[in-house]
């Protein structure tokens, strides 16, 4: 299995939810805002869910459930897939940015970003677009 394989099985699922979402979102911008922020929200609660699998209580005695966690992340992803199908991201795309993105982390790491002397604008172009949506 791969993430291709994981981005085919959430559009099987979301059109089995809805079948004309994708139809939809295509030539309907409201639309598409609307359930890209649907799924953001349901993400969100996802997360907040995990959250409260922890002990993180300080006035309550709770167990720490880890393997609900587990399960609470698998659903966000669940989200964050069609958030990505939403804006018209494949698996491919996905990995070709993350990795982009993650060299970029690097080298403002390695150049002072964490010191404050990185540039992170040169000439008014962000390096977000010189080193990952142009590169």
């Known amino acids: 299995m791969d993430l291709q ?7 099987e699922l979301n059109k089995k939810i809805n079948d004309s979402l994708y ?4 030539t309907d911008s409201e639309e598409k805002r609307k359930w890209f922020l649907n799924f953001y929200l349901a993400m969100q609660q996802e997360g907040a869910e995990a959250v409260d ?3 993180w209580k300080w006035w309550k005695k709770m167990d720490e459930d880890w393997d609900n966690i587990k399960i609470e992340l698998v659903d966000m992803l669940h ?7 939403v ?3 494949d698996a491919k795309e996905v990995l070709d940015l993350y ?3 993650n060299d970029l982390n690097h080298k403002r790491q390695n150049e002072g970003y964490k010191e404050g002397t990185y540039q992170k604008e ?3 172009v962000e390096d977000n677009v010189t080193h990952v949506l142009n590169k």
């Open 5 to 11: 394989a994981v981005f085919d099985k959430q559009i």
């Open 23 to 26: 139809e939809t979102i295509k």
């Open 53 to 55: 699998s922890l002990s």
């Open 79 to 85: 989200f964050w897939v069609s958030m990505c199908t």
């Open 87 to 89: 804006a018209d991201m």
């Open 99 to 101: 990795f982009k993105k």
């Open 122 to 124: 040169v000439d008014g």
